[in-house]
Each structure stands twice: as C-alpha cells, then as structure tokens.
C-alpha cells in the first residue's frame, strides 16, 4: 500500500504564488509516474502536471510557465509551485501516483493512478 498526504495550498490573489506538497510512504518504487489533478464542483478531475522518475515533465497549456512539478526523492515529496495564479486556478488539487511505470505522453488521465493524496483547496481571488 501507498500513501500520499498532502499539504500546502489556501488563498492568493490573482498573480499571486502557492506551493503544495505530497508525501509518499509504504510502499514506494524507484519507477514511477507523479502527477497533479485539480477539480471543481460539478466538473471531471482534471490532470494539470505529470513526472516520472527520469524527470520528463508534462503540463497542460492552462498552466505552462506558470507551475512547476518536482520531485525531492530523498523526503519522497512531491511538489506543485504555482505562481502568476488566475482565478480559474482555484480548484482542490490532488496528487497521484502510479507504480513501476514511467509517464506516458499526453496529459495525466486519471483512471492510470491507484494512489491518490487527500486534496488540498487553493483559491485564488480577483
């Protein structure tokens, strides 16, 4: 079993910044694939950021040059620098991990990762 607790994350205003933090534990790969959802009321999670273990990086075009997936692999923490927020930015965010697998191309889908963080709210006003 994994684990991912989440942390980080709360209000800003437009332009602002906001990091949010994942740590994993249990049992945790050298392989994997991270990445970063966020959902609204009423609408699909939806995948903002992905990594995997050999650094390639994928972002969704709402979000290129302004957020920042990392990985710190001696804590096993997962991170999401947001900076130059937007009020559509506000969501609650997750993360995500699937195991022994390195990223596919293309946005993270959501029904690939078996682990998932709590979620973290992130509000950004005008």
């Known amino acids: 079993q994994v684990y991912l607790v989440q942390s980080g994350g709360g209000s800003a205003q437009a332009g602002g910044s906001l990091k949010l933090s994942c740590v994993a534990s249990g049992d945790i790969t050298t392989t994997y694939c991270l990445a970063w959802f966020r959902q609204v009321p009423g609408k699909e999670r939806e995948g903002v950021a992905k990594m995997s273990s050999g650094t390639r990086r994928t972002y969704i075009d709402a979000v290129k040059g302004r957020f920042t997936i990392s990985q710190d692999n001696a804590t096993n923490t997962l991170y999401l620098e947001m900076s130059n927020l937007k009020p559509e930015d506000t969501a609650m965010y997750y993360c995500?991990?699937?195991?022994?697998?390195?990223?596919?191309?293309?946005?993270?889908?959501?029904?690939?990762?078996?682990?998932w963080g709590q979620g973290t709210q992130v509000t950004v006003s005008s």
């Open positions: 995500a991990r699937r195991q022994d697998y390195y990223c596919s191309g293309g946005p993270p889908v959501e029904a690939e990762y078996p682990y």
